[in-house]
């Protein structure tokens, strides 16, 4: 079965310099990977999507890249601000039926002043 | 537009009672999801619904049922409530269902305690 794994569950920073969160995955291929961002107490809201032939994927400080060789995924915040404090979730499709996505355990990203 | 709404916010139930979580969305999708989030074990799909009038199993379904009441609404069930359905739950729901390029848009989420 499909397995995805978030291989940091905390990563601590300082402020203005850049996060690299990781996501690493088996036994499968997916056209498509997603982030989250999840803060405390909240469902997790939708960041920025790539597809299998996207090398990178860049939303104004994030930036994912997606190595189908590698099966991994790298998510950086460049010039990280305390806001940027949450956690972060990967997911990809589910290989079953339409819709699904499996989601990794997340990274709790903590950007110290 | 509220995007997703659940109710309640908070539950907390005996052991063997009964209860409903709602859940509507006012974006017009297609595809809805229950999903429950523990520590250490991440977000994981109870149930979901393709389009209005189906529903399937996802990789935890036992212990729940589902109804997806038209368009905007999908409720989950506890018939019996057990300590180990102590979570959160999330309802989500995409436009298309279509698969990993479909983005989904998660409700706030109900606490659920089963003492």
């Known amino acids: 079965s499909q397995k995805i794994e978030q291989n940091s569950e905390a990563l601590n920073i300082q402020e203005g310099k850049t996060a690299t969160l990781t996501c690493n995955y088996t036994?499968?291929?997916?056209?498509?990977l997603q982030w989250y961002r999840q803060d405390p107490g909240r469902g997790p809201v939708f960041l920025l999507l790539?597809?299998?032939?996207?090398k990178e994927k860049r939303k104004e400080r994030l930036k994912v890249t997606f190595d189908t060789t590698l099966k991994q995924s790298l998510f950086h915040i460049t010039a990280a601000q305390p806001a940027d404090s949450a956690t972060y979730l990967c997911?990809?499709?589910?290989?079953?039926?339409?819709?699904?996505?499996?989601f990794g355990k997340g990274t709790k990203l903590s950007v110290k002043p | 537009n509220a995007g997703v709404t659940q109710t309640p916010k908070f539950q907390v139930l005996k052991t063997g009672q009964s209860m409903t979580l709602q859940c509507a969305q006012d974006?017009?999708?297609?595809?809805m999801y229950w999903y429950r989030q523990d520590p250490g074990m991440g977000l994981r799909l109870i149930y979901y619904?393709?389009?209005?009038?189906?529903?399937d199993k996802g990789e935890v379904p036992n212990g729940y049922n589902v109804s997806r009441l038209n368009k905007r609404e999908f409720s989950l069930r506890l018939e019996s409530a057990a300590p180990s359905q102590t979570s959160v739950y999330f309802c989500?729901?995409?436009?298309f269902g279509q698969g990993g390029s479909d983005t989904q848009y998660f409700g706030p989420g109900t606490r659920l305690t089963v003492l």
């Open positions: 989500a729901s995409s436009r």
């Open positions: 036994n499968y291929s997916p056209a498509y």
């Open positions: 790539i597809r299998e032939n996207e």
């Open positions: 997911a990809l499709e589910g290989g079953g039926s339409q819709g699904n996505l499996i």
């Open positions: 974006m017009n999708h297609n595809s």
């Open positions: 619904s393709a389009s209005e009038g189906t529903t």
